[in-house]
Nanobody, 125 residues
Framework: QVQLVESGGGLVQAGGSLRLSCAASGRTSSNYFKGWFRQAPGKAREFVAA???????YYADSVKGRFTISRDNAKNTVYLEMNSLKPEDTAIYYC???????????????????WGQGTQVTVSS
């Protein structure tokens, strides 16, 4: 079993920055495919970013150039550095992990097995 715990959410003004962290437990999960999704009120869960075990990175068009995903396999932790935040980035951000995700399905949340409880990010205008 893999447990994921997110941290780092909060309230920030537009143009500001936040760094989310997701610590994973489970001795084999350090090399899992990991990602971030978000869900705003009344909207579907949407892909934000993902990173493979060897640090291939994938981003949603809406965050490309503003967000950076990274991982520290020794700490079994994945990060999401969010810069130039916009009010439309407001959502609950969820960390996710899976032993392997087909590159054609990276943006589909149903293909990920393990999920954190989420952390709220609120960007004020």
């Amino acid at each position: 079993q893999v447990q994921l715990v997110e941290s780092g959410g909060g309230l920030v003004q537009a143009g500001g920055s936040l760094r989310l962290s997701c610590a994973a437990s489970g001795r084999t999960s350090s090399n899992y495919f990991k990602g971030w999704f978000r869900q705003a009120p009344g909207k579907a869960r949407e892909f934000v970013a993902a990173i493979s075990w060897n640090s291939d990175k994938y981003y949603a068009d809406s965050v490309k150039g503003r967000f950076t995903i990274s991982r520290d396999n020794a700490k079994n932790t994945v990060y999401l550095e969010m810069n130039s935040l916009k009010p439309e980035d407001t959502a609950i951000y969820y960390c996710t992990a899976d032993p392997g995700v087909d590159s054609r399905r990276i943006m589909v949340w149903e293909w990920y097995t393990y999920w954190g409880q989420g952390t709220q990010v609120t960007v004020s205008s």
